[in-house]
């Protein structure tokens, strides 16, 4: 049983940054596909940014394109979700996941990864 836990949790203001890690208990080769997603309160789970870790290739949800940055270091086992330029709406409790699947299209779908962390609280105040 893989368990991953995030950690970074923290308070900016509008403008600064923040590194989330999340670490897995066990790695293996057959998980290659990372995702980050954020719950806020009264809003359903979106996608935030996901990565195929054998091929490289990310997606970014819109909102957070060019602000996030997804990337995993393999000695460290962690992947990592870097953001800048936070916005009070990016205010949110943000889960990793993971899959070695990843589901059957290339989109940012929960239902798609079937290992998840237990979330990290990210606060952003104008």
């Known amino acids: 049983q893989v368990h991953l836990a995030e950690s970074g949790a923290g308070s900016v203001q509008a403008g600064g940054s923040l590194r989330l890690s999340c670490l897995a208990s066990?790695?293996?080769?057959?998980?290659?596909?990372w995702g980050w997603f954020r719950q806020a309160p009264g809003k359903e789970r979106e996608g935030v940014a996901r990565?195929?870790?054998?091929?490289?290739?990310?997606l970014y949800a819109g909102s957070v394109k060019g602000r996030f940055t997804i990337y995993r270091d393999n000695v460290e086992n962690t992947v990592y979700l870097l953001m800048a330029n936070l916005q009070p709406e990016d205010t949110a409790i943000y889960y990793c996941?993971?899959?070695?699947?990843?589901?059957?299209?290339?989109?940012?779908?929960?239902?798609?990864?079937?290992?998840w962390g237990q979330g990290t609280q990210v606060t952003v105040s104008s």
């Open positions: 996941a993971a899959d070695s699947r990843g589901g059957s299209t290339w989109q940012l779908r929960p239902e798609y990864f079937t290992y």
């Open positions: 066990d790695y293996t080769d057959e998980l290659d596909h």
């Open positions: 990565l195929n870790t054998r091929s490289g290739t990310t």
